[in-house]
C-alpha cells in the first residue's frame, strides 16, 4: 500500500509541476502576443 501512495503523490506532485511550467510560460506569451498585433496590426488589446 505504501507503493500505491507514492505513486499517486509523484503522478500529482508532477501533473502540478506541468502546470505551473504552462502557466509560467503562457501568460508572458499571450502578453507578448497582444502587444505585437497592437502595435503591427492595429488590433486593440482587448479583442
Known amino acids: 500500500m505504501n507503493i500505491v501512495i507514492l505513486l499517486v503523490a509523484i503522478v500529482g506532485g508532477a501533473a502540478g509541476l506541468l502546470s505551473t511550467i504552462y502557466l509560467t510560460l503562457s501568460l508572458p ?3 507578448i502576443w497582444k502587444i505585437y498585433r497592437k502595435i503591427h496590426l492595429g488590433i ?4
Open 29 to 31: 506569451a499571450i502578453i
Open 44 to 47: 486593440p488589446i482587448t479583442k
